[in-house]
């Protein structure tokens, strides 16, 4: 069985993400758009929900050399076309315009009608060629005999997929916007983030997708409001958020009482949550407890414009010290091979550059202990950033090694 995963707006982490949660699958097509993974295990109905990067998920059933006709496409629609049904149609391919959906979609709709059926389709918003994920919820196109079909342009040829489960839109605004405490000043870590570095930072599953995987004791000891625990906690792990201040540890544990009380949470596994400042030794009951650190730090004083490439360097600077002594103390709660999630920031220093964090603090942590993962060829490619944003969250990996 072959799976199709639309990516998000950061392909290169929502790549990462995938094949972090999903390592044994075999890469079939891999481009900047999707992802197609074939394997013998079926996916659960709720896999997407625990996916930050990933917009959609389909069934491939079908590949041809050549673009998919209107009677290639019924021949494939199952339940048979003579039951009533909606049909949404997405084309996904890099040349926008070499499929005319609505022609497409017209000659669909006589070829059911000839065959007794009847269908409604439901096309994207003009000018574009795919459907957004709100008109794939509302439309119901994932459930009964509804359906959304992507039309894929790969290397191989042209893929027919069908969509089987779609981001939950409203449940990220829920958990982003909906929740009690909400502080601009200590960052707002989007929820799909907070899932994605989760994903990244655990250690490849020891078992496949449907058997729920494993339950890691996860630490935050920047929790801030508490978007990593919430997270965390609606994914089964147990979780641990620490800050040195404690309004954040009041707005965390307010934020963390109204996910349980919308959301499907196992109250046993109730986040912990400790004043403490990340600087200073960790409380020793801690000590060689955890699986593994995720964490978005504080990442500067908020920005109204641009910095100058000196002035993001004097920032990076002012930020060093309390990272690295961070990542000092860390060791003591970290289990050995135990791994340190760390978003950088990065600085937009002019519309088309990003200034990096200096690779002297990988050294630094390098010889605190810890083995830094290369998580790409280009750094560039781990930030996450909203289009119009200053500041970046650079993905980080590190691991503990053995030794002092």
């Known amino acids: ?21 999903w390592p044994k699958a075999k890469i ?36 041809q050399p050549e673009a998919w ?42 070829l059911v009608k000839s065959k007794g059926g009847s269908m409604k389709f439901i096309l994207p918003a003009p000018p574009g060629i795919r459907l957004n994920a709100a008109q794939v919820i509302f439309n119901s196109l994932t459930k009964a005999n509804n359906k959304e079909l992507l039309l894929v342009e790969g290397a191989q040829g042209w893929y027919l997929a069908q969509t089987r489960q779609v981001q939950d839109i409203q449940a990220y605004e829920k958990r982003d916007t909906g929740k009690p405490v909400r502080d601009a000043k200590v960052g707002m870590l989007p929820p ?7 994903n990244i930072a655990l ?9 729920g995987g494993e339950n890691f004791t996860i630490l935050d000891p920047f929790c801030g409001t508490g978007t990593v625990l919430q997270e965390g906690w609606l994914m089964g792990h147990n979780m641990i958020g620490m800050d040195s201040e404690e309004r954040m540890i009041r707005a965390s544990k ?53 910095l100058s490439p000196s002035e993001a360097q004097k ?5 060093g010290e309390l990272y690295s002594r ?12 135990g791994r340190v999630l760390f978003l950088l920031p990065a600085y937009k220093t002019s519309p088309q550059n990003w200034s990096l964090f200096p690779t002297a603090l990988f050294d630094e942590i390098g010889r605190l202990g810890y083995r830094y993962e290369h998580l790409s060829t280009r750094r560039e490619d781990m930030i996450y950033a909203r289009p119009d944003a200053l500041v970046g969250r650079e993905f980080t990996l590190f691991t503990k090694e053995n030794g002092t």
């Open 315 to 319: 920032q990076f600077e002012e930020l």
């Open 192 to 198: 799909k983030v907070a899932q994605m570095i989760i």
């Open 254 to 306: 307010a934020n963390l009482d109204g996910l349980a009380q919308r959301f499907e949470v196992d109250k046993d596994k109730q986040p912990k949550l400790i004043q403490h400042d990340a600087r200073q030794e960790f409380p020793k009951e801690l000590w060689d407890k955890v699986d593994a650190i995720v964490t978005e730090p504080f990442l500067g004083k908020p920005l109204q414009k641009r």
């Open 69 to 110: 006709r209107a009677e290639d496409i019924v021949e494939k629609l199952t339940p048979p076309p003579e039951n009533k049904f909606r049909i949404g149609i997405s084309v996904i391919n890099h040349l926008p315009g070499r499929v005319n959906i609505k022609r497409l979609a017209l000659d669909v709709k006589k």
């Open 1 to 21: 069985m072959q799976y199709l995963f639309l990516l998000g707006r950061q392909a290169a982490l929502s790549r990462l993400e995938i094949l972090s949660v």
């Open 203 to 211: 250690p490849p599953p020891l078992a496949p997708p449907q058997a």
């Open 326 to 337: 961070f990542f000092a103390m860390a060791r003591q709660v970290l289990k050995e091979g």
């Open 28 to 63: 079939v097509e891999d481009t900047p758009l999707f992802l197609i993974l074939e394997t013998d295990e079926d996916l659960p109905d709720d896999f997407l929900n625990k996916l930050g990067g990933t917009d959609r998920v389909a069934v491939v059933v079908g590949q």
